[in-house]
């Protein structure tokens, strides 16, 4: 069964300090990894994706990957109120059509 | 910008009712998918279909069936709807291999 593990949380952040969220999964053979964010009562909605080694950049968002360790991060710099939600992170399967999602995060920061 | 819409946003049905949640998207994307998600039990893959009239088997396919007769609608199918269906139902679409987008989700109440 290929899983994906989040920490469930909830972690708690004062504002402006850096969040980080962590992932491992399980399919070795996994070429794409996404970040998603979730608020109360709402959808999915796409933060990030990654499909190479080493780090992903975009505004206050940083993806991490590193395959040989099957792991997977997201750093939030300068975290916001806004920020606070549930951060799912999900895996592509080898064929890259269904994904697997981790049960996620429950991100709090605090004003 | 991607929109997947769903034919509900709430929904309460009475247990053995038949209930179709239907799913549109207006990107021209390949695939499709529905999930339920549950607390503590996160995203959990139903069906998809990666082309007109195509479907596979996800995590929970047992109770469920699918129809898709256009590109870009997908319906989802309970036939004799039971109170553990009870759930949130999303759908999403994405191009092969791509990401993918969520709709707002349809909130399924079974009594």
């Known amino acids: 069964q290929k899983e994906v593990e989040q920490n469930s949380g909830p972690l708690s952040v004062p504002e402006g300090a850096i969040a980080s969220l962590n992932c491992t999964y399980s399919?070795?053979?996994?070429?794409?990894f996404f970040w998603y964010r979730q608020y109360s009562g709402k959808s999915p909605e796409l933060i990030m994706s990654?499909?190479?080694?080493g780090d992903k950049e975009d505004g206050r968002f940083t993806a991490q990957l590193n395959k040989a360790s099957q792991y997977v991060s997201l750093l939030i710099r300068d975290s916001q109120p806004s920020d606070s939600a549930t951060y799912l992170c999900?895996?592509?399967?080898?064929?890259?059509?269904?994904?697997?999602f981790g049960k996620g995060t429950t991100l709090s920061v605090s004003s | 910008d991607v929109k997947v819409t769903q034919s509900s946003r709430y929904l309460v049905k009475r247990t053995g009712e038949k209930v179709f949640l239907e799913c549109v998207q207006d990107?021209?994307?390949?695939?499709m998918f529905w999930y339920r998600q549950d607390p503590g039990l996160g995203l959990r893959l139903i069906y998809f279909?990666?082309?007109?009239?195509?479907?596979e088997k996800g995590d929970i396919p047992e109770g469920y069936s699918v129809s898709r007769e256009k590109k870009e609608r997908f319906s989802l199918i309970l036939e004799s709807a039971s109170t553990n269906q009870t759930s949130m139902y999303l759908c999403?679409?994405?191009?092969?291999?791509?990401?993918?987008?969520f709709g707002p989700g349809t909130r399924l109440t079974v009594l």
């Open positions: 999403a679409s994405s191009f092969i291999g791509g990401t993918q987008y």
């Open positions: 399919d070795r053979g996994s070429q794409s």
């Open positions: 990654i499909y190479s080694n």
């Open positions: 999900a895996v592509a399967d080898q064929a890259g059509t269904a994904l697997i």
């Open positions: 990107m021209d994307h390949e695939n």
């Open positions: 279909s990666y082309d007109v009239k195509m479907k």
